[in-house]
T-cell receptor, first 110, second 112 residues
Framework: KNEVEQSPQNLTAQEGEFITINCSYS?????LHWLQQHPGGGIVSLFM???GKKKHGRLIATINIQEKHSSLHITASHPRDSAVYIC????????????FGAGTILRVKS | KAGVTQTPRYLIKTRGQQVTLSCSPI?????VSWYQQTPGQGLQFLFE???????NKGNFPGRFSGRQFSNSRSEMNVSTLELGDSALYLC???????????FGPGTRLTVL
């Protein structure tokens, strides 16, 4: 079992749809990161959070520490949101290294 | 502010050779981390440097090494290259350890 589980693995949506990507982890963490990777490799950090909720434009990230679960929401999705979304956690249990989920491949069709 | 830069962007080597990759962090950032990304294993942490000291190391063989200079620039070296070392190597910088990370474009290494 992976230390960080993401679901779904693949997601296809129509432009304008509300999208949710989930991330579950198994140990206590100090921080959780959501990253976006476009074809070609470049990675952009979307959020770093340790509690509650953060919002940036059409993106919202939430975390439930007790349930060891985080969600990334995209409102009014657009084809330019098509990318791989990666969840990563930092924990003393992992020696404070970032441990990554396998990623969710999102395709938004126009 | 200029972003994180990595050189070279693409590299082709043969088995047994060694390679050095370079990373220049965002100005003022003192922490540099390195990651390997492959289709099979995904993203994996290699090591982290802060103020010229290695703070953390991932589960990679000793062929993988790195260092950080006084200007925070970092290099990683892979000796005796194997086919399985073919990957995208990403560097990320942050103000201090465990902060938000800013990633470079990566170096794509192909080992033939």
């Amino acid at each position: 079992k992976n230390e960080v589980e993401q679901s779904p693995q693949n997601l296809t949506a129509q432009e304008g749809e509300f999208i949710t990507i989930n991330c579950s982890y198994s140990v206590g963490i100090s921080a959780l990161h959501w990253l976006q990777q476009h074809p070609g490799g470049g990675i952009v950090s979307l959020f770093m959070l340790s509690s509650g909720k953060k919002k940036h434009g059409r993106l919202i990230a939430t975390i439930n520490i007790q349930e060891k679960h985080s969600s990334l929401h995209i409102t009014a999705s657009h084809p330019r949101d098509s990318a791989v979304y990666i969840c990563a956690v930092r924990s003393r249990g992992y020696g404070n290294k970032l441990v990554f989920g396998a990623g969710t491949i999102l395709r938004v069709k126009s | 502010k200029a972003g994180v830069t990595q050189t070279p962007r693409y590299l082709i080597k043969t088995r047994g050779q060694q390679v050095t990759l370079s990373c220049s962090p965002i100005s003022g950032h003192r922490s540099v981390s390195w990651y390997q990304q492959t289709p099979g294993q995904g993203l994996q942490f290699l090591f982290e440097y802060f103020s010229e000291t290695q703070r953390n190391k991932g589960n990679f063989p000793g062929r993988f090494s790195g260092r950080q200079f006084s200007n925070s620039r970092s290099e990683m070296n892979v000796s005796t290259l194997e086919l399985g070392d073919s990957a995208l190597y990403l560097c990320a910088s942050s103000l201090v350890s465990y902060n938000e990370q800013f990633f470079g474009p990566g170096t794509r290494l192909t080992v033939l």
